[in-house]
């Protein structure tokens, strides 16, 4: 018996598309126990290998608007969005997807319709970004002075050798299943989900040589040892659309 319910809100855009223009997915691994203590209902975490995976998403998006409107307009922002792998049983059957505690952005527009026309409560941040086409810096810092997150990398021909996923295929796989996420709001104890529908998906991996998060890095969550980088993606250049699922609400 499931111990939720799934609604359908009032006035909200039912799907938006856009391209990804870069998308950094900072990986870290970390104790499952840790973990199920920043989960609500019904969420277990999913599991490689006897290890939970939670990290950051760094997102740069362009050409977003309504998908109705096919390719006329749109709008581009800077995001970033804390994650943990996550599985449920809805109705007998298991699912995957991602929980978000939290979802920052440099866009008006975001923070106005996310959690009210569209799925996501957003907080404001301001983001530094230096890139080429081979290595990327970025940093994140929310304006409510909660969150702060510093990536340097380099695109990269294969894993690092310490990562918990044997191959890129293997971790492609992965991360494509948290396709589905459920964000969490502030006010009415319910979840926002929104699934991420690619057009193709292709992953590089990348060799990090620097990386900082205020969140990972805070001993009264991760205990030393509960959290430990594990690896980082690229995905780049891809359309999209995102998909509002309703919001999910414990009984």
Request: charged share 25%.
């Amino acid at each position: 018996m499931n111990t939720f319910v799934i609604q359908k809100p009032r006035l909200q855009l039912p799907a938006v598309a856009g391209t990804i223009e870069r998308r950094l997915l900072v990986n870290f691994r970390c104790r499952p126990d840790v973990l199920q203590n920043l989960l609500p209902t019904p969420f277990r975490p999913k599991l490689v290998r006897g290890w939970g995976m939670a990290g950051i998403c760094l997102i740069r998006l362009g050409g977003i608007r309504p998908a109705f409107l096919g390719n006329i307009g749109g709008f581009g922002s800077e995001n970033a969005a804390h994650r943990i792998a996550v599985e449920w049983d809805e109705n007998g059957t298991t699912r995957e997807g991602v929980f978000i505690p939290r979802r920052d952005t440099n866009a008006l527009l975001n923070r106005l319709m996310g959690g009210r026309f569209f799925p996501g409560v957003h907080q404001a941040a301001e983001f530094r970004v230096n890139e080429t086409e081979n290595q990327f810096a970025l940093e994140m810092r929310s304006k409510d002075g909660v969150h702060f997150v510093c990536v340097e990398a380099r695109v990269a021909d294969r894993l690092p050798g310490n990562s918990i996923f044997n191959s890129l295929e293997e971790a492609s796989e992965f991360f494509r299943g948290g396709s589905l996420g459920w964000s969490a709001r502030e006010q009415d104890n319910a979840l926002d989900g929104l699934e991420l529908g690619c057009h193709e998906w292709k992953m590089e991996p990348l060799a990090v040589e620097r990386v900082e998060s205020s969140f990972f890095g805070d001993r009264q969550l991760f205990p030393d040892g509960a959290a430990l980088f594990d690896s980082a993606f690229l995905m780049r250049n891809i359309p999209h659309v995102w998909n509002a699922r309703g919001r999910l609400k414990t009984l």
